[in-house]
Each structure stands twice: as structure tokens, then as C-alpha cells.
């Protein structure tokens, strides 16, 4: 609601967070009976979520609204937390 989204992209976004919320859930379940997950793999992939779905709000015309800024922060701090670096800034240990 806060993000000002016609209610159709609303109802679709929440049931592609919800796909991808359950798909954490499960991963979780995995760990805790102690079948081997890829991790950093898995949290990779999740971090396509974010970015996929904000290049899609922009492209309907959702450009510079906080939810596009929010989702793409999130998608860096993913792959941040899995030990990756965005972008070819001098601060990144990855920079040329």
C-alpha cells in the first residue's frame, strides 16, 4: 500500500514475495535437519529477485519511486552478505 502501486502489480508482488519467502523457509528447514545447502548460492539467487523485479517496475513506468530504490538496496545487500561486491567503485576490494 505504502508503495502507491495499482492494486494488480500490488497483488502480484505479494505473492512473488511470498514465493520467494517460502523458498527461504524451506532452505531453512533443509539446514536444520542438516541436509546440505548451498548457501551463498541460494542467497545469490535470491538476489535476482529484487533487481529483476525493480528493472520491471521502472519499465512500467515506476521509475525513481522508493520502492524501486528500496528493492534495488536490498538486491546490493544480498549479495553483499554472501561475500560478493557491486559495481567497479575504488572502495570494493573487486575494483580494478
Given at each position: 500500500m505504502r508503495a502507491g502501486l495499482p492494486e494488480d502489480a500490488r497483488?502480484?508482488?505479494q505473492a512473488r514475495i511470498s514465493h520467494v519467502l517460502d523458498d527461504a523457509r524451506f532452505t531453512r528447514e533443509r539446514l536444520s535437519e542438516g541436509i546440505p545447502v548451498d548457501v551463498t548460492g541460494?542467497?545469490?539467487a535470491g538476489s535476482d529477485f529484487p533487481g529483476n523485479l525493480a528493472?520491471?517496475?521502472r519499465e512500467h513506468g515506476?521509475?525513481?519511486a522508493?520502492?524501486?530504490?528500496?528493492l534495488e538496496d536490498e538486491a546490493r545487500a544480498l549479495i553483499r552478505s554472501a561475500g560478493g561486491a557491486v559495481g567497479g567503485g575504488s572502495g570494493s576490494s573487486s575494483a580494478p
Open positions: 497483488t502480484e508482488l541460494h542467497v545469490l528493472t520491471q517496475l515506476i521509475r525513481d522508493p520502492i524501486t530504490r528500496r
